[in-house]
Each structure stands twice: as C-alpha cells, then as structure tokens.
C-alpha cells in the first residue's frame, strides 16, 4: 500500500501538470477514452530551443498492454 503523504503529492503534481498543460491532458483524454490497441502507432516529436525537432514512433504490441495493465492494478 503506498504512503498516503506520497499519494497526495503525487496528486498535487498531477493536478499542476493539468492546470499547466490543459489541452495536452484533454488530448490524452480523448485519444485514451476509448482505449488503445494493439497495432496502434504512437508517434512523439520533441522540439527543444534552437534544435531541430525529434521525432519517434511505436506500434503498440499486445506485451505493451499486458504491462499498462499490470501498471494500473498496481495503481489501485
């Protein structure tokens, strides 16, 4: 069982990251709301000041679902 002063900081900083990146939760929110599958493509671009943008992709596999699965039981 986690600590309790652990879960609310983890709370806290979650709810910061949403009050500071509302239309990328909401993104997440809709792309997750029905759930992934296998043979999805992720793809993620990063692009930090003054550098060209880095861009990389995966096809989700079915051991990737096992393992958000296993991730989120553990969340509980």
Known sequence: MMNPSA?????NAKNKFTENHPKFVAFLNAVFSNGITEGTVIEITVTKPGQEPI???MKV???DLDLM???QELAK
């Open 69 to 71: 699965q296993e991730l």
């Open 55 to 57: 861009t990389t992709n």
């Open 7 to 11: 879960i609310m900081k983890m709370m």
């Open 61 to 63: 596999k079915q051991s």
